[in-house]
Nanobody, 125 residues
Framework: QVQLVESGGGLVQAGASLRLSCVAP????????MGWFRQAPGKSREFVATINSIATTTEYADSVKGRFTVSRSNAANTVWLQMNSLKPEDSAVYYC??????????????????WGQGTQVIVSS
Protein backbone atom coordinates (compact mmCIF):
# COMPACT_ATOMS: atom_id res chain seq x y z
CA GLN A 1 0.00 0.00 0.00
CA VAL A 2 1.31 3.43 -0.96
CA GLN A 3 -0.27 6.68 0.15
CA LEU A 4 0.29 9.62 -2.16
CA VAL A 5 -0.61 13.15 -1.16
CA GLU A 6 -0.87 15.99 -3.67
CA SER A 7 -0.86 19.67 -2.84
CA GLY A 8 -0.38 23.02 -4.48
CA GLY A 9 -3.58 23.41 -6.43
CA GLY A 10 -5.66 26.55 -6.40
CA LEU A 11 -7.52 29.22 -8.32
CA VAL A 12 -5.38 31.32 -10.65
CA GLN A 13 -5.81 33.54 -13.67
CA ALA A 14 -4.83 32.51 -17.15
CA GLY A 15 -1.10 32.92 -17.70
CA ALA A 16 -0.20 32.25 -14.09
CA SER A 17 1.90 29.42 -12.69
CA LEU A 18 1.38 26.75 -10.09
CA ARG A 19 3.62 24.08 -8.67
CA LEU A 20 2.03 20.85 -7.59
CA SER A 21 3.73 18.51 -5.16
CA CYS A 22 3.26 14.82 -4.53
CA VAL A 23 4.70 13.14 -1.46
CA ALA A 24 4.52 9.58 -0.17
CA PRO A 25 4.53 9.59 3.60
CA UNK A 26 6.12 6.52 5.07
CA UNK A 27 6.99 4.78 1.83
CA UNK A 28 9.81 5.41 -0.60
CA UNK A 29 8.87 6.09 -4.20
CA UNK A 30 12.41 6.61 -5.38
CA UNK A 31 12.54 3.29 -7.26
CA UNK A 32 9.41 3.88 -9.31
CA UNK A 33 8.09 5.77 -12.27
CA MET A 34 5.66 8.51 -11.29
CA GLY A 35 2.92 10.02 -13.35
CA TRP A 36 0.66 13.05 -13.29
CA PHE A 37 -2.86 12.84 -14.66
CA ARG A 38 -5.82 15.18 -14.61
CA GLN A 39 -9.55 14.87 -14.81
CA ALA A 40 -11.97 17.63 -15.70
CA PRO A 41 -15.70 17.39 -14.91
CA GLY A 42 -17.44 15.05 -17.32
CA LYS A 43 -14.20 13.89 -18.88
CA SER A 44 -12.04 10.84 -18.47
CA ARG A 45 -8.75 10.95 -16.66
CA GLU A 46 -5.96 11.97 -18.99
CA PHE A 47 -2.20 11.71 -18.98
CA VAL A 48 -0.23 14.87 -18.26
CA ALA A 49 3.38 13.91 -17.56
CA THR A 50 5.61 11.16 -16.31
CA ILE A 51 9.14 10.79 -14.98
CA ASN A 52 11.20 7.66 -14.57
CA SER A 53 12.70 6.53 -11.28
CA ILE A 54 16.08 8.20 -11.74
CA ALA A 55 14.73 11.33 -13.43
CA THR A 56 16.58 10.76 -16.68
CA THR A 57 13.52 10.70 -18.89
CA THR A 58 10.28 12.62 -18.92
CA GLU A 59 7.28 12.53 -21.20
CA TYR A 60 4.43 14.99 -21.63
CA ALA A 61 1.04 15.20 -23.20
CA ASP A 62 1.08 17.36 -26.30
CA SER A 63 -1.34 19.77 -24.65
CA VAL A 64 1.14 20.69 -21.91
CA LYS A 65 4.48 20.27 -23.66
CA GLY A 66 6.62 23.36 -23.28
CA ARG A 67 4.50 24.70 -20.40
CA PHE A 68 4.67 21.97 -17.74
CA THR A 69 7.74 20.38 -16.21
CA VAL A 70 7.82 17.24 -14.09
CA SER A 71 10.69 16.69 -11.69
CA ARG A 72 11.51 14.70 -8.61
CA SER A 73 13.80 14.47 -5.63
CA ASN A 74 14.29 10.93 -4.45
CA ALA A 75 16.04 12.22 -1.38
CA ALA A 76 12.91 14.20 -0.52
CA ASN A 77 10.60 11.44 -1.75
CA THR A 78 8.72 14.08 -3.70
CA VAL A 79 7.57 14.66 -7.25
CA TRP A 80 6.61 18.06 -8.61
CA LEU A 81 4.67 19.36 -11.55
CA GLN A 82 5.58 22.93 -12.46
CA MET A 83 2.78 24.43 -14.52
CA ASN A 84 3.43 27.69 -16.37
CA SER A 85 1.31 29.74 -18.74
CA LEU A 86 -1.82 28.12 -17.43
CA LYS A 87 -4.92 28.11 -19.60
CA PRO A 88 -8.59 27.70 -18.65
CA GLU A 89 -8.54 24.29 -20.34
CA ASP A 90 -5.95 23.16 -17.78
CA SER A 91 -8.64 23.34 -15.10
CA ALA A 92 -9.06 19.88 -13.56
CA VAL A 93 -8.31 17.75 -10.56
CA TYR A 94 -4.67 16.72 -10.81
CA TYR A 95 -3.54 13.35 -9.55
CA CYS A 96 -0.14 11.81 -9.04
CA UNK A 97 0.33 8.08 -9.37
CA UNK A 98 3.03 5.50 -8.87
CA UNK A 99 3.86 2.61 -11.13
CA UNK A 100 5.73 -0.35 -9.66
CA UNK A 101 6.58 -2.19 -12.86
CA UNK A 102 7.89 0.17 -15.50
CA UNK A 103 6.81 -1.61 -18.61
CA UNK A 104 4.34 -0.72 -21.30
CA UNK A 105 2.30 2.33 -21.96
CA UNK A 106 3.05 4.94 -19.28
CA UNK A 107 0.31 7.23 -20.55
CA UNK A 108 -2.54 4.92 -19.54
CA UNK A 109 -4.15 5.36 -16.10
CA UNK A 110 -4.47 1.61 -15.61
CA UNK A 111 -0.69 1.27 -15.88
CA UNK A 112 -0.35 2.86 -12.44
CA UNK A 113 -0.82 1.11 -9.14
CA UNK A 114 -1.64 3.75 -6.54
CA TRP A 115 -3.10 7.22 -6.74
CA GLY A 116 -3.35 10.28 -4.60
CA GLN A 117 -6.59 11.98 -3.71
CA GLY A 118 -6.05 14.81 -6.17
CA THR A 119 -5.64 18.57 -5.97
CA GLN A 120 -7.95 21.00 -7.72
CA VAL A 121 -6.64 23.49 -10.25
CA ILE A 122 -8.95 26.18 -11.57
CA VAL A 123 -7.74 28.63 -14.18
CA SER A 124 -9.96 31.62 -14.85
CA SER A 125 -9.93 33.49 -18.13
Amino acid sequence: QVQLVESGGGLVQAGASLRLSCVAPGRTISNYRMGWFRQAPGKSREFVATINSIATTTEYADSVKGRFTVSRSNAANTVWLQMNSLKPEDSAVYYCAVRFIDSGRYYLPNAYDYWGQGTQVIVSS
